[in-house]
């Protein structure tokens, strides 16, 4: 398991013991930088591995063969959603004594509902699909082919969120329904687009997904996180990728431009609930099995 650790402070919270290979790094700006440490983390896998699961740290798995079914499901399909049901956990809930269906509100992967027949076009259609009547996730845990990600990484400039969202209207040709959802402005959906073809020409759709549950761990009201109203407020400010942000000395995005007012916008008041540092952990795989990792960071 690789750990890329990013601290906005003094301290680091992992030690060497918590992963296989630890790259921990500083960083001044606050940004969304998840795809941005799994890129790094990916960069670093060892060149046996040929497999890569990027896992939330909230996340439980209900069966222990997820790993092993995702690896056997990379030899037709480049992408795999390694569930099919999700469970939204309440506050202070045990994952252990959990009854899927009774305890907790349920949803299904995204993977799952495009083969049970739903047009991914139009679960696609707009953001926040977990608020939906008919709820799906698209993030909480992928595995993909370590080619793959070599040839493209993941979409890393999504610096308000929503990468995963990126990465599926681009895996389905239809990038421009990220473009509108996100808000983006014509320079940031150029930038967008040329990562985003590329990688649909590979994927062309091809996902699967794994039968079992995983268990969402709370931390916070849906209600709260805003997937929507926060892309239309980080619109005013005409980000441009090229030209706001740059890799700093631990390539890890930081502020470029002088826009005092759209850097103020992501970062976290003295009172507010976002925990520092970040992580990213990412899973490898080798000679057909995986080392499951549980938990990725974010």
Known sequence: MVTVELSFGATFELGPGDASILIQIKGADVLWQKERLLNLAVAALPAHC???ACLDADVVFERD???????????NVPLVQP???????????????????????????????????????????????????????GGFAWVARR?????????????????????????????????????????????????AWPFFKEV????????????????????DRRYQE????????????????????????????DKPDMHQSLTPSPCGSIKLPQAAFVTAARAGTVEPAQRCVL
């Open 50 to 52: 040929d497999a890569v």
């Open 83 to 137: 569930f099919a049901d999700f469970c939204d956990l309440a506050l202070q809930s045990d994952p252990d004594q959990f009854r899927r269906g009774v305890d907790a509100f349920s949803g299904r992967s995204f993977a799952a509902m495009v083969h049970s027949g739903c047009a991914p076009q139009e679960l696609l259609q707009s953001g926040g699909p977990r608020l939906r009547p008919t709820p799906h996730a």
């Open 147 to 195: 080619s793959l990600l070599g040839r493209h990484s993941l979409y890393d400039a999504c610096v308000v969120g929503s990468g995963d969202r990126a990465m599926l209207t681009a895996a389905f040709g239809v990038p421009e329904l990220s473009i509108r959802s996100l808000h983006m402005n014509e320079t940031r959906a150029r930038h967008y687009l040329s990562w």
């Open 230 to 257: 926060r892309h239309v407020e980080f619109s005013k400010f005409a980000f441009c990728p090229d030209e706001d942000i740059h890799l700093d000395e631990n390539a890890c995005w930081a502020w470029s431009s």
């Open 204 to 223: 062309r759709g091809r996902i699967g997904f794994v039968s079992g549950a995983i268990y969402h761990l709370w931390h916070g009201k849906l209600g």
């Open 65 to 75: 063969d997820w790993a092993e079914r995702s690896r056997a499901l990379l030899e």
